[in-house]
């Protein structure tokens, strides 16, 4: 076989979704220019260890969140195939992914490229863990409900000591994530740009700030005691204590999110967001 490897992998969760799978399987194979690879349900396989030229995602926003942490920022571009209602990184749908395959696999669609955070958390100089961060990495709240107290600096500047429940620092792409939720702004989903809203502070006047993609931004943890954790995309999670601290920056790494020819990010905004123009009144 020749052409360009494909894996496909979704949400095991859903019977419809297993369905939607074998049936892009079969559509794969019965293609000259592609192989299908793998099947991957449960999410054993090692994405970046099987080389894909192409992976199909099944499901949700949620599980491009995390089939982008799985890459490891190895630059494979991902289709999405959406199986609920909204969707803000899957642009198809069961009814045409064929479709959009087929485009791609004739060179009509365009990957877009997404910048990723690398977000460490530090004990005592020691780092405690590193991830990437397609959406967001969040300061928050843990078990323990309590506000938290949290200096913030980006570059060598301190910026702001406040109160409340936490901090999300987000991508471009995950500015209509919980960013979002949080009242701050949407950001137009290819520039480099980091967006730092503060969740429920204590005062009024503490509000979302963006700054470029350049720059490090890192949140101090001054609560004392439990109760404080550092959540990234929403799927990865570590404890924090009084002094820890979360540093985010750029990655130089990117990850790849295939666009279908009649869809934009805007598109996806439009729709979720429920922004058509009514009929005017007479």
């Known amino acids: 076989m020749s052409g360009q490897r494909i894996l496909i992998t979704g949400n095991p969760t859903k019977p419809e979704i297993a369905e939607c799978a074998e049936s892009l399987r079969r559509f794969i194979e019965s293609r000259p220019d592609a192989e299908c690879i793998g099947v991957d349900l ?3 396989v090692d994405l970046a260890a099987a080389r894909p030229d ?5 499901g949700g926003d949620g599980t491009i969140l995390s089939v982008a942490r799985r890459l490891a920022g ?12 909204k969707g ?16 791609h696999l004739a060179g009509r669609c365009r990957s877009s490229e997404r910048m990723l955070l690398e977000v460490v958390a530090l004990r005592g100089g020691k780092e405690l863990e590193r991830h990437l961060a397609l959406n967001d990495a969040v300061v928050g709240r843990g078990a323990v409900s309590r506000m938290l107290s949290l200096d913030v600096s980006v570059g ?5 000591s406040f109160d409340g429940d936490g901090l999300i620092i987000a991508t471009p792409t995950g500015s209509t994530a919980y960013n979002l939720s949080a009242g701050g702004p949407i950001l137009s989903a290819t520039m480099r740009a980091i967006s730092i809203v503060p969740i429920c502070p204590h005062t009024l006047t503490t509000r979302p700030i963006v700054v470029a993609a350049d720059e490090v931004i890192e949140a101090v943890v001054r609560t004392r005691g439990e109760g404080a954790e550092l959540t990234v995309d929403g799927q990865v999670s570590c404890e924090l204590a009084s002094g820890d601290l979360v540093r985010i920056r750029a990655s130089e790494k990117v990850f790849r999110l295939v666009e279908i020819e009649g869809r934009t990010p805007f598109t996806a905004i439009r729709e979720n967001l429920e922004w058509t123009r009514g009929e005017k009144r007479r």
């Open 42 to 44: 449960d999410g054993t």
């Open 54 to 58: 192409l992976v199909v995602t099944i």
């Open 74 to 85: 190895a630059p494979v571009p991902v289709l999405g195939v959406k199986m609920g209602h």
């Open 88 to 103: 803000f990184l899957t642009p198809a749908t069961p009814g045409n992914a064929e479709a959009a395959l087929a485009d």
């Open 156 to 160: 060598e500047e301190h910026v702001a």
